[in-house]
């Protein structure tokens, strides 16, 4: 069965990435060492705390994994499979919770960031 166009999203590439169980946990463990190494580097365990917010961002991935594992259907859509294994061409509403998902998820991830860095920002000269 072919994607219709309208079953296509710019951000598709990115969303195949992020069901990557091994992705996922290589960027937390890339976090936790950065956050370590800033820490000992600069002798303020702050930063670790900070890298915390982006470890947290890995688990939401993880934790949203099962909207993209499946998909092959626009950012996030969910996906139906017929009894033949084939993959049904999904419908507005349908892409409409997939859009909503993603940027649920998009918006979570960005909270997180300021949650961890946001205070930064003023001290930038």
Not at 9 to 23: M, T
Not at 78 to 100: C, F, M, T, W
Request: aromatic share 8%; net charge neutral.
């Amino acid at each position: 069965m072919n994607t219709s166009k309208h079953d296509m999203h710019r951000l598709d590439r990115i969303v195949k990435i992020l069901e990557s169980k091994s992705v996922i946990i290589l960027f937390a463990a890339c976090m936790a060492v950065a956050g370590i190494a800033l820490s000992v580097v600069h002798s303020e365990w702050l930063w670790f705390s900070r890298f915390g917010s982006l470890i947290t961002v890995a688990g939401l991935l993880l934790i949203s994994s099962p909207s993209f594992l499946a998909s092959d259907t626009p950012a996030v859509s969910l996906v139906k499979i017929d009894d033949s294994y084939e993959r049904e061409a999904i419908n507005r509403k349908q892409r409409k919770v997939g859009s909503e998902t993603f940027t649920g998820i998009i918006i979570s991830i960005m909270g997180t960031v300021v949650w961890g860095f946001g205070d930064l920002i003023g001290q930038i000269s």
